[in-house]
């Protein structure tokens, strides 16, 4: 496992809901090789892309936030190389992972999943590939808020 820092993270007005993950340290359980480090779904660019190893079950990939935030959503940019079943996972530590969202029946695409809880690490953990292939995101997208919870107007649906 190697972890990568990109520069170029900002801190959002308490309160506000924010992109939180761009440009932060990410991590992944493997990379299908060189160009696909983790840090490449993290920085902000389209047709860069973050690639697991291929033909294994399961894979994460990481983003250290860089503090404890109110997680509100997170939006999934796959490649053709998606999950079929995966978990968004957060964590205060890095360590002990609490499940925020399961998804079952990936179609690839765009993922725009609302998560609630707060947390400094997010993961995406894999649990089954829709091909033969690796995972594969060209972006993995955090949003939250910082210095408190979210207003009301940005409370999830309890439901």
Do not use: C, H
């Not at 935030?69 to 360590?95: C, F, H, K, N, P």
């Not at 993995?140 to 009301?152: A, C, E, F, M, N």
Request: proline residues 6%; hydrophobic residues 30%; without cysteine.
């Amino acid at each position: 496992m190697r972890a990568y820092q990109l520069t170029g993270g900002t801190t959002p007005a308490p309160g506000t809901e924010a992109l939180l993950s761009q440009g932060r340290a990410a991590s992944a359980s493997s990379t299908e090789g060189a160009g696909f480090e983790p840090g490449l779904a993290f920085d902000g660019q389209s047709g860069t892309r973050w690639a697991s190893a291929e033909g294994a079950d399961p894979q994460w990939l990481r983003v250290d936030l860089g503090t404890t935030a109110a997680l509100t959503r997170v939006r999934l940019d796959w490649e053709a190389a998606y999950a079929y079943a995966y978990r968004i996972q957060s964590s205060t530590d890095g360590t002990t992972w609490t499940d925020r969202a399961t998804v079952t029946g990936g179609d690839g695409g765009t993922d725009d999943i609302t998560v609630t809880g707060n947390a400094r690490y997010v993961r995406v953990y894999g649990t089954q590939r829709a091909t033969p292939y690796g995972y594969s995101l060209y972006e993995l997208k955090v949003y939250g808020t910082t210095g408190g919870s979210p207003t009301p107007a940005q409370a999830p649906n309890p439901a």
